[in-house]
């Protein structure tokens, strides 16, 4: 998995390196500059021309190098250009010096009259902007949505917050990319809320900093795009150790129970027990209230079932040691009697709550953290939301998301501190944050979007996937990590017109395609 980091940590392994005497700014400026153009190259190698847009600090001092480098190679270079050159910080305003060009005003007029140009480049700000853009540079903005040319955005689009993935002009002015250039390591706001759809298709330069950024810590989230493997040994593939089943006995592989609805109601958890089965549990049995006992057993075979009368008998069952997982929550019913079973089921397994598990406690939730603590083993449990879900178990974090002030990514972490539990906050862009402070997003955009797997069962299938794996499994985060980027890969393997019931049956053409 890739590190994505904030802007101020950006800042932080840039600023380590410098200090240390291994790079200079102007170096670091060139590289940045000159990767931007090899981008472009690669995505359009029949462009002849470029309109470069240059902000007044060092993203505009990397769009002086664009330009410089690419009029080098006879291209027809047009700047436009705003801030005094005394003005900017030095290694930008040296870059500045050094293209022997003319700078135009950057003015909304002077955008509009570039309509002859093959590329436009986006060098306005990056990661350094913390104020929303007003005046012409805001005019600027909105204007270059219209630009019929393909738009590059140097580090990020001008007036998008790479923290929080959100538009700082509330008036949604940040342009629509097609391609994003950014250096060293990808940033929060690349992946969440408008980022991905700001940014377009993104690509990173090595900047050559690896060793200052080994040096983060703990603190950094991870971008699950794919799942890490482990060194292949003679004649054995990369394996994916969460999806590579142990030798031996079934219950080797853990047995999952996933707790059903009744009558009419059981159709999430077989969807929950079929993808469990499906990963690699040993076993998997479905919990169903006597009313409901025929109706599953009906429709299972591999999969067993159990009669479960309320909290009382799902206690019972759990007295089996040999359950290492439960599912807990898919069209389970609202009320007192589905609070009750998640108390019994909190214990020394891996829970997933899920659905009418988490509407249940929605007005009192410190009754279900209090459970959670009270198991005494942190990180036993994941809360995996939607996001009408979440604001009804953190309306506070909820409302502050909503409101711009935070990140969907520390929202999930304020949330994960809040609940003791691994909590999953699903969406095109999936958040995952532990109580350790790990923390993780997927995005599903660009070459791994997936809009069809908008459908009705979807997320009780990946709280299945998350089941299963964690009933094999000692790291529930990494459990639900996994389980998230297998979810996106089986619904890209079926393509549109899928439905959940399509989910686990494309987990093997998947798993043969990883070589496990």
Same mark, same amino acid.
């Given at each position: ?26 170096a ?30 060092n993203?505009?001092g ?31 305003r040296a870059?500045?010096a050094?293209?022997?060009?003319e700078?135009?005003?950057l003015?909304r ?23 929303a ?6 005019s600027?903005?909105k ?6 040319a ?19 002009a ?7 990319c ?9 940033k ?7 980022g ?5 298709? #993104?690509? %990173? ?7 200052? !950024?080994?040096? @983060? =810590?703990?603190?950094?989230?991870? $971008?699950?795009?794919?799942?890490p ?8 593939p990369?394996?994916l150790p ?5 030798t ?9 129970l ?6 009419s109601?059981?159709?999430?958890a077989?969807l ?8 690699g ?5 479905v919990?169903?209230p006597?009313?409901?006992?025929a ?6 075979t591999?999969i ?8 009382a ?18 069209? #389970?019913? %609202? ?7 998640? !108390?019994?089921? @909190? =214990?020394?397994?891996f829970v997933? $709550? ?8 929605e007005?009192d ?6 459970a ?11 809360l ?21 002030d ?12 809040r609940?003791?539990a691994?909590?999953?906050?699903k ?24 809009p069809?797997l ?7 299938? #990946?709280a ?6 964690a009933?094999?499994?000692?790291? @529930?985060?990494?459990a639900?990590?996994?389980a998230t980027?297998?979810?996106v890969?089986a619904?890209r ?5 899928l ?9 093997p053409?998947?798993l ?5």
């Open positions: 998995m890739t590190e994505v980091v904030t802007a101020a940590q950006m800042r932080g392994i840039e600023s380590a390196a410098i200090e240390a005497g291994a790079v200079t700014g102007a670091l400026m060139e590289r940045a500059g000159a990767g931007v153009v090899a981008a472009i190259l690669r995505q359009w190698p029949e462009a002849q021309s470029a309109t470069i847009l240059c902000g007044p600090g993203n505009g990397d769009g002086y190098v664009i330009a410089r480098l690419l009029a080098e190679r006879w291209w027809d270079v047009r700047v436009l250009g705003m801030g005094d050159a005394e003005a900017m910080p030095p290694d930008a870059n500045r050094a293209w022997q060009g700078v135009a005003p003015t007029a002077n955008l509009e009259a570039a309509t002859d140009t093959d590329i436009v480049v986006d060098a306005i700000f990056g990661t350094g902007l913390t104020r853009p007003a005046g012409e540079v805001l600027v903005l204007a270059l949505g219209d630009c019929a393909p738009l590059v955005a140097v580090d990020a689009p001008s007036g998008l917050c790479l923290d929080r993935g959100i538009p700082l509330r008036e949604g002015s940040v342009p629509k097609d391609l994003t250039v950014t250096f060293e390591v990808p929060i706001g690349h992946f969440i809320a408008d991905p759809a700001c940014c377009g298709a #993104l690509e %990173v330069v090595d900047l050559g900093l690896s060793h200052w !950024r080994g040096k @983060l =810590g703990a603190d950094t989230t991870r $971008l699950i795009d794919a799942v493997m482990v060194p292949p040994t003679e004649g054995t990369h394996i969460n999806f590579r089943k142990k031996g006995h079934k219950y080797d592989n853990g047995h999952a996933v707790v059903s609805g009744g009558p109601k059981t159709g999430a077989r929950a027990a079929r993808a469990a089965l499906r990963i549990a040993g076993l998997v049995t919990a169903s006597p009313t409901a006992l109706e599953n057993a009906m429709q299972l591999a067993m079932t159990r009669r479960c009368g309320g909290a008998g799902l206690s019972e069952i759990l007295e089996d040691a040999r359950f290492t997982a439960l599912c807990l929550g898919p069209s #389970l019913g %609202v009320g007192e009697q589905t609070r009750a079973m998640v !108390r019994a089921a @909190l =214990g020394p397994r997933v $709550l899920d659905a009418d598990a988490l509407t249940s406690f007005e939730p410190s009754e279900l953290f209090e959670i603590a009270a198991v005494g083993e942190p990180e036993r449990v994941i995996t939301p939607h996001g009408g879900e979440f604001g009804r178990l953190f309306p506070d974090e909820n409302a502050a998301l909503d409101a711009g935070i990140s969907k990514l520390d929202a999930v972490r304020e949330a994960a501190q609940s003791g691994v909590v999953l906050l969406g095109a862009d999936t958040v995952i944050a532990s109580p350790d402070g790990r923390s993780s997003i997927h995005a599903a955009h660009c070459a791994r979007s997936v069809w908008a459908t009705a069962g979807a997320g009780d299938v #990946l299945g996937l998350i089941a299963g794996l009933a094999r499994s000692d790291d @529930l985060h990494r639900a990590a996994d980027w297998l979810h890969e619904a393997a079926f393509g549109p017109g439905i959940a019931e399509d989910l686990p049956e494309m987990v053409r998947v043969r395609d990883m070589g496990v």
